[in-house]
């Protein structure tokens, strides 16, 4: 466009990216493809040089009971955190939207956990579930029913924690349900209502579900996303137990890699993970988006 | 007039928070008639086209459809049609599907519309079949033929513009609404969409209401015109009775274009209305200060009349315009364009094409505004 | 539906979702034996407040924390913003060889959780020597990708015009981007601080790889050793101990509610 000041302008270019791009490649591109390469070797912290092993901490990580129980109960966790909380944020974002007062302060209700310390939350949570002096136990029992050890029970620990997931992040899906709904014109609302959408659930099969696709298919990634990556919680209250009933994928990395020192092993486990949270993402972009967008 | 059926508006009356946007406004639509609310944007008009439709409900008053007091009534309910401003398509849904949502609505019941479930429940397909026959019926002389699998996104401004009609007709509302359907056309578009709104008018014999701000579209395609300001009509007649004969000067100045010529006269102790000193042949029984009407193209040049300077001039092909004084009042007439160019000229008017407003801004009805 | 049944309805979830808070604050203001005897009730019979945060404010060194917290946050936000900014600029407005590798790059890296190049990192950080200082906590977040994709997008409906004018007006591009696209990239600026800081302030994961002992661990973390080391039944302390945790980040989103929804709401992508 400007001809003289192209080589300039390429100049300035380079030199205003060379910091980012100096602390991508040390600090981000670097360190991965690393752990890429530790996922293949046999590296313990303190152990110089480490070997390769080729695909052996991935057929160990397949033959681990622990690793095994991990992945499960990382799914089991995700497939209640993320549908609960994209249902419930759409759910309360509906509720308050047609709320006839109090929508700044029900947002900021519902929105308190996400910006809460989760470390002293999840304490407050533990308080909360105690089997003996914890306040929900004993409004069960005013109710006759002995409420079960919610944190320390394999039964219920994964339920529990799930539940605390939850509770943290349904209000960030609210808000991004909220703005979603924001930006449905007015007058398609009108439309259905005039062309004989008389009830609620009418209107809402009509217009707000269709126009909130774009909105719903990013929420649903981000939950996945977030959930796939519980940690705080359970290094918290549970690590891991009891018997393992709470280990989830990151916690297990954790303990491998700066526990054990296992670093290699831990790698693999990180690339699980990655490869878990890139699926993910390639299924927002390459299979849903295209059902989701009209125009 | 007796009763009417087709839309009757009886004292509604609507306020937001402080602001009272209508006052006591009465209207009646008869089946077959089509009435343009006309008035400058935020005059209330479509607040109470919404109203209409039962997207808003009235503090005050009533609504009459067919007779029968719907003004609590479901919009759902009310078998009223309306065309939107911005056509509000469903963006996900293809314009034939677009134009079957109210037929959907009212000839399934909420099971059958389910998805998956729907279609096997008995008698779906039947319903949807007749549905499909109803749309193509509507889209033919649209247009919209070719265009029935296409998205909103996929459309020209136009060709939603008339699947937005279409929706609107195919299951022959009593009242059709339309909300400033023009607006987001352009010129060429509009006076053929104009056309084609009048014939669907025509076509379905409903009761229509066609909010606007432009006067040319109100003027040229309606009935009856009703002029609404500041939350009141304040006329509605034939197209030719509130141009001609405006109940007062809000009107008068509102209706025009370019404004009627608003004069201060006097009327002498004997009736007789003077401008400027000479007499204007006018006679009434008020006395004193008074305002006269005169419309630019009332007003020509003679050899004798008022002496006025020429002030400028707007040349528009088919005529022109000259801005002069009479006096030291401004006013602007219409005259042809081969007009000889002089900066002094005289002007005069007929009585007839003149019209007289009290102090109280009312117009001086024509028993009392005599001609000499 | 009904406008009361669902203002109550609200109420009654919103109760819920407050129990938490409600509780941890009621718990901190009782005595370990009636938090024993009484669990249900949410005023305390003897205050004990003076006792619980007492302890804490004794035993744990609650304004190193939150220093450490402080100093964390601003040293990742400030070194983000200073690598991103002229970056996003540079995307969005210059013609340079290799833009769009740099771009690609940024997307990919959009991709990839924070947790995967943690364990190289720690093992850098290790070799140098340089765990358990504020430089280990820092360092590791300073490059945000998304915060260059951030710029990047918030910059590109910056008028050309406005570029061209303080070129003429004999500016190099360094002064464009800080006094020119910066002080227009106000809203994205805040947006993605808020965010910055809420993420950094809340994370438990890399200050736990980062450092070992007090003296230079966060909020998150010193709630943590508290739990483990101090509280053990405690609860009235430690309830004590996480109310005041809680409170900086809380009181600041009560105070600018508006900005936290928004920030967080727009910038969700990598939340």
């Known amino acids: ?194 062309d004989g959408a008389q009830r609620g659930w009418d209107r809402f099969r009509l217009v707000t579900w269709p126009l909130l696709g774009p909105t719903t298919l990013f929420v649903v990634t981000i939950s996945l996303v977030r959930s796939v990556r519980v940690f705080d919680t359970v290094a918290v209250l549970t690590r891991g137990g009891p018997n393992k009933a709470s280990e989830v994928l990151l916690y297990t990395m954790y303990t491998e890699g700066f526990t054990f020192l296992r670093l290699g092993y831990s790698a693999a486990i990180t690339l699980v993970f990655l490869a878990i949270v890139l699926a993910l993402m390639l299924l927002q972009t390459r299979v849903l988006d295209r059902r989701v967008h009209y125009g | ?235 509605c007649g034939t197209p030719r009775e509130v141009y001609e004969q405006p109940a007062d000067l809000r009107v008068a100045r509102f209706l025009g274009d370019p404004a009627i010529n608003l004069l201060e006269a006097e009327a002498g102790e004997d009736g007789a209305v003077r401008l400027e000193g000479r007499a204007t042949g006018l006679m009434t029984r008020q006395r004193g200060p008074l305002t006269l009407g005169i419309r630019p193209e009332a007003l020509e040049a003679a050899p004798e009349g008022w002496p006025a300077t020429v002030t400028a001039r707007e040349y528009l092909g088919e005529a022109q315009l000259l801005h002069a004084r009479i006096g030291a009042q401004p006013v602007i007439l219409r005259v042809p364009p081969g007009l000889a160019e002089a900066p002094q000229m005289h002007l005069r008017f007929d009585p007839r094409d003149a019209l007289l407003f009290g102090a109280d801004g009312m117009r001086l009805p024509a028993a009392e505004a005599l001609h000499a | 539906m009904a406008s009361g049944l669902r203002l109550l309805l609200l109420a009654a979830l919103g109760l819920l979702f407050m129990a938490p808070y409600i509780w941890m604050v009621s718990a901190s203001l009782k005595a370990t034996d009636e938090l024993f005897r009484a669990p249900m009730a949410l005023l305390p019979e003897g205050w004990a407040a003076i006792t619980n945060y007492g302890r804490v404010l004794r035993e744990v060194p609650v304004a190193l924390y939150l220093w450490n917290g402080l100093v964390m946050c601003g040293g990742i936000l400030f070194f983000q913003l200073l690598f991103a900014i002229p970056a996003g600029y540079a995307l969005a407005k210059l013609r340079f060889v290799g833009r769009e590798w740099v771009f690609g790059a940024v997307m990919l890296g959009l991709l990839v959780p924070a947790h995967v190049p943690a364990l190289p990192l720690y093992v850098a950080l290790s070799g140098s020597g340089w765990l358990n200082t504020y430089a280990a906590l820092i360092v590791p977040s300073t490059i945000s990708v998304f915060a260059i994709f951030l710029f990047r997008q918030f910059f590109r409906s910056l008028p050309q015009d406005l570029i061209h004018a303080a070129r003429l007006d004999g500016m190099g591009e360094a002064a464009i981007v800080w006094r020119v696209a910066l002080p227009n990239a106000w809203p994205a600026a805040t947006a993605f601080a808020i965010f910055s800081v809420v993420a950094h302030w809340n994370d438990l994961f890399w200050p736990l790889i980062a450092t070992t002992g007090h003296a230079r661990a966060t909020p998150a973390l010193g709630v943590l050793y508290f739990r483990t080391e101090e509280a053990g039944d405690d609860f009235g302390a430690l309830m004590a101990a996480c109310t005041i945790m809680t409170a900086p980040l809380v009181l600041a989103f009560l105070l600018a509610q508006r900005r936290f929804v928004e920030g967080i709401s727009t910038t969700g992508l990598k939340g």
Request: charged content about 15%; aromatic content about 6%; proline content about 5%.
């Open chain 2, 1 to 235: 007039m007796g009763p009417v059926n087709g839309l009757e508006l009886h004292g509604i009356g609507k306020a937001f928070g402080q602001t009272q946007v209508l006052h006591e406004v009465d209207l009646a639509v008869r089946p077959g008639e089509f009435v343009a609310l006309l008035g400058p944007s935020g005059c209330g008009k479509s607040t109470l086209m919404r109203i209409v439709a039962g997207i808003e409900t009235a503090d005050r008053g009533t609504v009459r459809i067919g007779g029968a007091d719907v003004t609590r009534a479901h919009a759902a309910t009310r078998n009223v049609a309306m065309v939107f401003q911005n056509y509000a398509l469903y963006p996900h849904l293809t314009a034939a599907q677009n134009i079957a949502v109210p037929l959907a609505m009212r000839r399934l019941s909420a099971w059958q519309r389910a998805p998956l479930l729907g279609a096997l429940l008995p008698g779906t397909r039947a319903v949807r079949r007749t549905m499909m026959e109803d749309v193509a019926r509507v889209a033919e002389p649209l247009g919209l033929t070719p265009l029935l699998a296409r998205k909103p996104a996929q459309l020209s401004g136009g060709q939603r513009q008339r699947v937005a009609l279409a929706r609107a007709v195919v299951r022959d509302p009593s009242v059709f609404l339309l909300d400033e359907p023009l607006s987001n056309l352009d010129a060429a578009l509009r006076s053929t969409t104009r056309r084609e709104i009048v014939e669907i008018h025509r076509r379905t014999g409903a009761a229509t209401l066609y909010v606007t701000h432009d006067q040319a579209e109100a003027l040229t395609m309606a009935d009856r015109v009703a002029v609404m300001l500041a939350g009141r009509i304040l006329q």
């Open chain 1, 1 to 194: 466009m400007r001809e003289g000041g192209s080589r300039g302008e390429a100049l300035a270019g380079w030199l205003l990216t060379a910091p980012a791009a100096l602390a991508f490649l040390l600090l981000l591109l670097a360190p991965t493809l690393a752990a890429i390469a530790l996922a293949f070797s046999d590296y313990e912290l303190g152990q110089w040089p480490p070997a390769w092993i080729g695909l052996d901490n991935f057929r160990e990580l397949w033959m681990d009971r622990g690793f095994r129980t991990s992945f499960v109960n990382t799914l089991v966790y995700v497939g209640i955190v993320a549908p609960v909380s994209v249902l419930g944020g759409l759910g309360l974002a509906l509720l308050i939207e047609g709320a006839a007062r109090g929508r700044t302060f029900f947002r900021a209700v519902f929105f308190l956990p996400v910006v809460s310390l989760t470390v002293a939350m999840a304490a407050a949570w533990q308080y909360l579930l105690h089997p003996t002096i914890g306040p929900v136990n004993a409004a069960l029992r005013l109710l006759g029913i002995t409420g079960p050890a919610w944190l320390s029970s394999s039964d219920t620990v994964l339920l529990s924690l799930a539940a605390i997931g939850v509770w943290e992040g349904v209000g960030f899906n609210m808000v991004l349900f909220m703005a979603g709904l924001t930006a449905i014109p007015r007058e398609l609302r009108e439309a259905a209502l005039v």
